[in-house]
């Protein structure tokens, strides 16, 4: 039997506002099924194993994870606004963009968990480590973006939507890092990025 498709996801996660935001902007109907994967009643690990979010259900009931092989799918079903090049060399570009501004989403969520661990078992130099990353990670960004318009090529694309989730998600948990004073042409393009409403409907909530 088919059913609608749906996504499973937190209203938190940084990754499943990729897909959210990829779908809206190829008008892809879904339904949001909203779980969280350190709740004890989760669902996700019936359907991925690796127990995160997001995870796809298509039609017939296989599912697709991660976050990057959802977007390439929904990307190649629907012919709506292009997110990804088809020719192999820009293709591989916003590839190459999506992968750093994951590192440094993927880095900033190891820094959180950690610090909610109990002090004593926290690591400092754990914590060190994924901070350098996230700040070589900006600094890379923002020299790549340059006095761009937009990551690669002269549109938005899925590049575009990785870096908005990155430092969308540096806003929701650390508030600290002032990355638009360091970097203000990171700044112009998530408040170019935020005018548009798959952006401002999939702003993080607790
Ligand atoms: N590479 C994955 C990362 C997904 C991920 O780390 N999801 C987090 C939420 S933001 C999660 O579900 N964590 C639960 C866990 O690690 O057990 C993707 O792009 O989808």
């Not at 004890?40 to 127990?51: C, D, I, Q, Y």
């Not at 590839?95 to 004593?120: C, H, I, Q, S, Y």
């Not at 960004?141 to 990785?162: K, P, S, V």
Request: charged share 25%; aromatic share 10%.
């Amino acid at each position: 039997m088919n059913h609608k498709m749906q996504l499973i996801a937190s209203l938190t996660s940084p990754f499943a506002r990729k897909v959210r935001i990829v779908a809206a902007e190829k008008h892809i109907e879904y339904q949001l099924v909203v779980d969280v994967p350190w709740e004890a009643g989760t669902h996700v690990p019936e359907f991925n194993p690796l127990g995160k979010v997001p995870v796809w259900v298509l039609e017939d009931g296989k599912t697709l994870f991660d976050s990057r092989v959802i977007v390439e799918y929904l990307d190649s079903v629907s012919p709506v606004g292009h997110l990804l090049p088809r020719e192999p060399r820009p293709r591989i570009a916003v590839k190459r963009w999506e992968a750093l501004a994951d590192g440094v989403t993927d880095a900033a969520a190891l820094v959180f968990m950690e610090r909610k661990r109990p002090a004593p078992q926290q690591s400092p130099e754990w914590i060190t480590r994924q901070l350098g990353k996230v700040s070589a990670g900006l600094k890379a960004m923002a020299e790549e973006l340059a006095q761009q318009d937009w990551c690669t090529g002269d549109n938005f694309n899925l590049a575009d939507i990785a870096l908005g989730c990155a430092l969308g998600y540096l806003d929701f948990r650390f508030p600290e890092i002032d990355w638009r004073r360091a970097y203000p042409n990171l700044s112009e393009l998530y408040d170019r990025l935020m005018q548009r409403p798959a952006f401002r409907e999939t702003i993080p909530v607790v």
